[in-house]
């Protein structure tokens, strides 16, 4: 019996979010397409088995075609990482952070992790996410001049505080991160070094970003964002950590691996490794790039300035425009985007001063630079005279755009 026999209500509701994503132009910077292939995967049998342990070593029965899909998503990981070991088992990176922080780390240990409000992530230390109730957490930002990583200072406070561990990586950094530098940091101060690359694997795994696998202890990720598959958890890191890192996912910090998921990371590894990839993975930079030069050459300004990979901030400030209306603004003609804290935001977090932007979703839409120029000129014009006329012919121009560039 199909979907739409079975349960009218929930297919409708998928049949409204095809709708959605086909006549939007979804800009959130962590979001992406899968391809048929991998959700062939997710929606494939796999769903229902259980297979706790790993590959060779299940607590199940019936787990060889398991075994398999897993042992492919190593290997191809592997190849695109070149790291020593990989756990391809963690739900999510929030799963992926938790389980490894709790290998190396005992509770009450002191953490070096980047503010969210500068543009980390919850798990870097957020009073109200584990991370932040388990560890003694030492925030760090960005320079107050340019938005950017101040080495200088993260090493100030490494010294000075002597954490266990440091936390590289963000959520709304739009510059290249430093990771040897980082690395230099945390042998100076004798901390683990810990790079949470969710939001940049695809541009590392095409080679566009510094890599930080030679220059870690462990490394996180998330297996959609701009790797473009699905939604799920990573680990990398040295073999020295390769038994306390399995033994904290399984059985620490979860029970049955979703096996369904890994099958898919499987095919995503399998579509990063090709040459298609890594040309996409360039042109989602490309765009965001072009995208950042005419929003500042209409006026907008942005943290730090512009971009090195696929997202970039917005401060709304001189607009007298939040982030929060700017949102609302957007999604009103059909693009999608989030409210973003900006560094040292004198907004609140539900409010915000920024908003922020990605290109990996218009790309993969097929999407140039030709094309951004046009969405930037739509954003720039919405945002300076928001106008009941504006908003009907940036509408427009959004419907001609998304029939243009159907779904993949």
Do not use: W
């Not at 938790?98 to 070096?112: E, F, H, P, T, W």
């Not at 096996?259 to 898919?264: E, G, L, R």
């Not at 919405?382 to 159907?406: D, N």
Request: hydrophobic fraction near 35%; charged fraction near 25%; aromatic fraction near 6%.
């Amino acid at each position: 019996m199909s979907l739409k026999d079975k349960d009218l209500a929930v297919f409708r509701a998928l049949e409204a979010e095809q709708k959605r994503q086909t006549e939007h132009l979804e800009m959130i910077a962590s979001e992406n397409l899968t391809s048929s292939a991998v959700r062939e995967a997710l929606g494939s049998r796999l769903t229902d088995k259980y297979a706790e342990g790993y590959p060779g070593r299940r607590y199940y029965g019936g787990c060889e075609n398991a075994d398999i899909v897993e042992e492919l998503a190593i290997e191809r990981a592997r190849k695109i990482f070149k790291s020593d070991h990989i756990n391809v088992q963690p739900h999510s990176g929030t799963q992926a952070n938790i389980s490894s922080y709790l290998a190396v780390l005992d509770i009450g240990d002191k953490v070096m992790g980047m503010d969210l409000s500068c543009g980390g992530h919850l798990t870097h230390g957020h009073p109200l996410n584990f991370s932040g109730k388990y560890f003694e957490i030492i925030p760090y930002g960005v320079s107050k001049e340019d938005s950017c990583l101040d080495y200088e200072n993260i090493r100030e406070i490494a010294l000075r505080e002597r954490p266990k561990l440091i936390i590289c990586g963000a959520s709304a950094y739009p510059r290249e991160i430093d990771f040897y530098r980082f690395s230099e940091i945390a042998e100076e101060c004798g901390a683990l070094l810990l790079a949470d690359i969710a939001h940049i694997a695809g541009l590392v795994a095409a080679g566009l970003h510094p890599d930080p696998v030679p220059f870690c202890d462990i490394v996180t990720t998330t297996t959609h964002k701009t790797l473009r598959g699905p939604r799920g958890g990573m680990i990398l890191c040295r073999q020295e950590y390769a038994a306390a890192i399995d033994r904290s996912v399984f059985p620490g910090n979860q029970g049955g691996p979703l096996m369904h998921s890994i099958a898919a990371k499987a095919v995503c590894f399998g579509e990063v490794l090709t040459e298609d990839y890594r040309k996409y993975a360039s042109q989602v930079i490309k765009n965001a790039q072009r995208l950042a030069e005419v929003l500042l050459d209409s006026g907008i300004e942005l943290v730090s300035g512009g971009t090195d990979n696929h997202l970039l901030l917005l401060d709304l400030r001189s607009l007298k425009m939040t982030g929060k209306e700017a949102e609302a603004l957007l999604q009103s003609i059909g693009i999608v985007v989030n409210k973003n804290t900006i560094p040292y935001d004198p907004e609140k977090p539900f409010v915000t001063s920024g908003i922020r932007i990605g290109t990996p979703v218009l790309t993969s839409r097929g999407m140039k630079e030709k094309e951004m120029e046009e969405v930037g000129e739509i954003i720039s014009g919405v945002l300076k005279k928001p106008l009941e006329k504006t908003l009907s012919a940036a509408s427009s121009k959004v419907a001609e755009l998304t029939g243009q560039f159907p779904l993949r």
